[in-house]
């Protein structure tokens, strides 16, 4: 069980170019503009940041791999095998989202490796950063696996995901420069779990544990709330 679902993840090999190539194409282009328009800018840090900002973006693009698993498993055909095996469901559904984020948390490392290698970025307490990305994967593929169960259809699904993860980032502040007021910056900073996520890695890099455990605890408590609802739902699914 563990190799099928490590194999159909790993074999997704465009999803790999999209997940990895296209945020690594953003970041290039982006940074050859600033480096074009500010010479003596700290580009290392303007890379680090706008490199948090598209791998936060792309966290979210990747729970297609639960969307599409689950819908496999789950919504066609293929749930009677399911039910016909001597393996809990649950199991399989925990697997797939397991290796699901393993191989997204995987793409976001190589994306921010490739930021620190060419652009030599130096800031502080990275390490942590790390922590924050892994933590809004775990989240991200849990959402993926509750609106796939609402939806029932990948497409769908992966429209519904869509929304947030660009409606999200422009509330963050990734996409688009917001006017600089009290309502916009604390929507920017509270919004979403990419804003947490957000001024999470900030906070820490600054060197401010309080407020960065601040944004790590908005999203573990959203992840705990997310995971409640997931195992309701899937009462009905394993039915």
Do not use: C
Not at 83 to 104: I, K
């Amino acid at each position: 069980m563990f190799r099928f679902y490590a194999l159909r993840v790993l074999k997704d090999y465009l999803g790999h170019v999209i997940f990895i190539g296209l945020p690594l194409v953003l970041i290039y282009v982006n940074m050859e503009i600033q480096a074009n328009a500010h010479p003596d800018a700290d580009l290392g840090h303007i890379a680090f940041f706008m490199g948090i900002g598209f791998i936060l973006m792309f966290q979210i693009f990747g729970a297609a791999y639960t969307t599409e698993g689950m819908e496999g498993d789950f919504f066609t055909s293929f749930k009677d095998r399911l039910r016909a095996s001597p393996v809990h469901p649950v199991r399989f559904m925990v697997t797939n989202m397991f290796y699901s984020s393993l191989v997204s948390f995987l793409q976001l490392m190589l994306i921010l490796a490739f930021i620190f290698v060419i652009y030599e970025p130096t800031v502080s307490n990275w390490g942590l950063a790390v922590l924050v990305i892994f933590l809004g994967v775990g989240f991200t593929q849990t959402l993926g696996a509750v609106v796939i169960i609402l939806v029932k259809k990948a497409n769908k699904a992966q429209a519904v995901i869509t929304l947030y993860a660009i409606g999200g980032s422009i509330l963050a502040g990734h996409i688009i420069g917001l006017p600089d007021n009290a309502v916009i910056n604390f929507l920017k900073d509270y919004a979403s779990p990419i804003s947490w996520q957000r001024i999470s890695i900030e906070y820490f890099v600054d060197g401010d544990y309080a407020m960065g455990m601040l944004g790590i605890g908005l999203l573990l408590g959203a992840w705990a709330i997310i995971l409640m609802v997931l195992l309701r739902m899937s009462r009905r699914v394993i039915a």
